[in-house]
């Protein structure tokens, strides 16, 4: 049981460069997102799923898409990467949107563009 | 517009001493409080959570209290252990998704 495994760890990007980052999860969540953590922020919610085939705009979407087609896997995609996308990603899931809405994180993609 | 602070970037505890980590809110409206750890290079870990509508929480160690009044909440870690050292996010939650606070981190000398 891997939990929530993100690939890659690391990238770097020079800037107009595209990129996808995949987020795969084994726990049966129907619930997946996508943050960016960048110094002195905190976590920002980027794009969310609420299941299979759903997709929704967190709170900083712009300069990134995603898709849902497979349960198991989030992908979050930069079509022209920016300097101002450096940052560190994080993908999380849950099981619902109900009580507690405990998320379980991945690892991390530290991603760097010039 | 900030919705949840953590005004502190960082705190020191010796081992052994209560560690208290503070997070204050300004939407009414978050249904949810959470707590959640992080260490370098990993992703955040879920430690605890206190639902709106009471104002205690305890599991071991941690103690999560929250004054709706001053729409504050805090962790209490008692007694801190170096293992606790670590990076602290509190997040509150609204329609489903989770807003964090910008972090605290934590060091327990031994």
């Known amino acids: 049981n891997a939990g929530v495994t993100q690939t890659p760890k690391f990238r770097v990007l020079k800037t107009g460069q595209s990129m996808t980052l995949l987020c795969a999860q084994d726990?049966?969540?129907?619930?997946m997102y996508w943050y960016r953590q960048d110094p002195g922020m905190g976590l920002r919610l980027i794009h969310y799923?609420?299941?299979?085939?759903?997709?929704a705009k967190g709170e900083v979407p712009d300069g990134y898409n995603v898709s849902r087609l497979k349960k198991q896997n989030f992908l979050l995609g930069l079509e022209s990467a920016a300097p101002s996308q450096t940052s560190v990603y994080f993908c999380?899931?849950?099981?619902?949107?109900?009580?507690?809405?405990?998320?379980?994180f991945g690892p991390g993609t530290r991603l760097t563009v010039t | 517009d900030q919705q949840v602070k953590q005004n502190s970037p960082s705190l020191s505890v010796q081992e052994g001493r209560i560690s208290i980590l503070n997070c204050d809110y300004t939407n009414s409206m978050f249904d949810y409080f959470l707590w959640y750890k992080k260490y370098p290079a990993e992703g955040p870990t879920f430690l605890i959570s206190?639902?709106?509508?009471?104002d205690k929480n305890e599991d071991g160690r941690f103690t999560v209290f929250l004054n709706k009044s001053a729409k504050h909440l805090s962790l209490h870690i008692v007694p801190s252990q170096p293992g606790d050292s670590a990076v602290y996010f509190c997040?509150?939650?609204?329609?489903?998704?989770?807003?964090f606070g910008q972090g605290t981190t934590l060091q327990v000398k031994p």
């Open positions: 999380a899931s849950s099981l619902s949107s109900g009580g507690a809405n405990e998320q379980y």
């Open positions: 799923s609420v299941g299979e085939g759903t997709t």
């Open positions: 726990m049966n969540h129907e619930y």
């Open positions: 206190i639902s709106s509508i009471k």
């Open positions: 997040a509150a939650r609204r329609t489903g998704k989770l807003i």
